[in-house]
């Protein structure tokens, strides 16, 4: 038996969250789907405090915001359905789920895909050796299991992600023997660089990891020297004796369901990977299929919030057809705070990837 | 654009009060020199004396003259870049006001060691006061004495080992 729904909504993050919130104003029997026992995405396992502005619950650490959000849902609206995984996309309306039991089939007018990100993996010898973790699930065990992933670690990678999860693993008294970056400059803001500094901890920039040893599990990792050609330098080989690796070396957007939809899918550098075409409404070339959060290239939490804002607004408002002049000043308001996020030098280089993927209003 | 490969900012770069040596109050140290989108220090600044203007991703302004050390800006920021400093809180000490999100915390009249920017120690400090408040997202602000020299080195500290 097929359900049907007005809204399915596939990813349970701060876009799908935040779509959820906002279509369930307008409208109801919306669908949220996560693979995860309980929503939130990445969310849940921020302890940090967030940036952006006021509106952007700026300075609320994330897993509040995600308490926030989950609490200004209306629960006779919105159904979610966690530990479900959507496996395959059918035309045109068509989505099947995975539950832990059994494949089900749903429908619906309109579908949100919030589907986030996958890590990045980076090659080095023994780069399979246990002890070696992507920053999520370091983040994963530590902040949602309450598991001392490590009694220490070398961070490899120094975006924002890997300066924020080596700050969160020394709360949970964990040493940092340092972060890699093989990039001349530190990729993370400076505030969260300032505080691993302050705090002793050592960041290498222009360097790579060359490979991980030990017996059973990691026991060392051997670092070196990357010259302007990006090659290791021999000669700089540097031993670090640590019993994890933590890799945070970028996200690629999750968009295979996207794919097998039907939707445009074009490739930008600067949202890290293949990325759905979408207009400013965040639908993508197939009319009532959305696009929002990391899915449509990799940005911040703030920015995915927003996305799904404007993709759970406009579904809605697609159905209901409610009144236009709210619907249009929402859609202002929102436009507004994402352009404005979307300057300076973090935010400029997602506003000139969201340029190549952009379509113009049908 | 040195910062960016170690972390370490140009203190230059930081607007101090003109008479700041002089100075027997506490007043703010925004060491936030990065356009990245955040404005709550100024959103949350009671008296007006901290503004962004234009896009959010610009880099906070402060009046020196409208603030009243309240501290809430330290609790607020979420990249824990401010920091109030009086530099002539008693003859020979300065005063530093830390956000710092560690457990244990230290406790009132301990000794702590001293740390700046880069890492390095300089001795010793004593913690004067240590304040949690739920407003600020349970970032505690703990206030150390350290000598007057100091007050413009130290941005971290760390409990010795008893």
């Known amino acids: ?362 | 654009m040195d910062y960016k490969k170690t972390g370490i900012i140009d203190f230059s770069q930081v607007k101090l009060p003109e008479n700041w040596e002089s100075m027997s109050k506490f007043f703010p140290v925004i060491e936030c020199i990065e356009k990245i989108p955040c404005n709550p220090c100024a959103y949350s600044c009671p008296k007006g004396a901290i503004t962004v203007k234009g896009d959010i991703t610009n880099t906070p302004e402060i009046e020196f003259e409208k603030c009243n050390a309240c501290t809430i800006c330290v609790g607020k920021c979420p990249g824990l870049a401010i920091f109030l400093v009086n530099p002539n809180y008693s003859e020979n000490e300065a005063a530093v006001i830390i956000p710092y999100e560690f457990h244990p915390l230290p406790s009132e009249n301990d000794d702590v060691i001293l740390i700046d920017r880069k890492g390095n120690e300089h001795g010793k400090g004593k913690v004067i006061s240590v304040k949690v408040n739920k407003a600020f997202e349970n970032t505690p602000l703990v206030t150390v004495l350290l000598p007057k020299e100091l007050a413009m080195k130290i941005r971290h500290v760390k409990i010795s080992k008893k």
Not at chain 1, 169 to 195: D, F, R, S, W
Request: glycine share 10%.
């Open chain 1, 1 to 362: 038996m097929t359900e049907n729904y007005n809204i399915v909504i596939i990813g349970g993050g701060p876009a799908g969250l935040s779509a959820a919130v906002e279509a369930s104003k307008y409208t109801d029997k919306i669908l949220v789907v996560d693979e995860n026992p309980t929503p939130g995405g990445q969310l849940s396992k921020q302890t940090h405090k967030f940036f952006g502005s006021k509106n952007h619950y700026a300075s609320t650490r994330g897993v509040n915001i995600c308490s926030t959000l989950i609490n200004s849902i209306d629960k006779n609206k919105v159904k979610y359905m966690g530990q479900t995984s959507a496996v395959g996309f059918y035309k045109p309306d068509n989505i099947v789920l995975e539950t832990e039991e059994k494949l089900i089939s749903v429908k619906a007018h309109k579908f949100i895909f919030a589907t986030g990100a996958m890590e990045n993996m980076v090659s080095f010898e023994n780069n399979d050796l246990p002890g070696i973790y992507g920053a999520g699930a370091v983040q994963t065990l530590m902040n949602l299991y309450g598991v001392k992933p490590a009694d220490k670690v070398l961070m490899i990678g120094a975006g924002n992600i890997g300066l924020i999860v080596s700050y969160q693993l020394m709360q949970a008294g964990v040493k940092i023997a340092g972060v890699v970056e093989a990039a001349p400059g530190i990729g993370g803001y400076h505030v969260h660089a300032a505080k691993l500094r302050r705090m002793q901890v050592p960041i290498y920039t222009s360097h790579t990891i060359l490979g991980a040893y030990g017996k059973e599990s990691v026991e060392k990792a051997v670092i070196c020297e990357v010259g302007s050609d990006w090659q290791p330098v021999s000669g700089t080989e540097k031993e670090i004796n640590v019993d994890t690796i933590c890799l945070a070396v970028g996200l690629t957007p999750s968009v295979e369901l996207l794919h097998q939809a039907g939707c445009g899918i074009k490739y930008a550098k600067e949202l890290c990977g293949y990325v759905p075409l979408h207009d400013k409404y965040m639908e993508t070339t197939v009319p009532g299929i959305f696009v929002a959060g990391d899915a449509s290239g990799i940005e911040e939490a703030s920015a995915a919030m927003l996305e799904g804002r404007m993709a759970g607004l406009k579904a809605a408002y697609d159905i209901e057809k409610f009144n236009r002049s709210e619907f249009i000043n929402e859609v202002e308001h929102i436009e507004f705070e994402l352009k404005s996020l979307r300057t300076g030098p973090f935010g400029e280089k997602a506003a000139s990837g969201k340029k190549k993927i952009f379509l113009e209003e049908r």
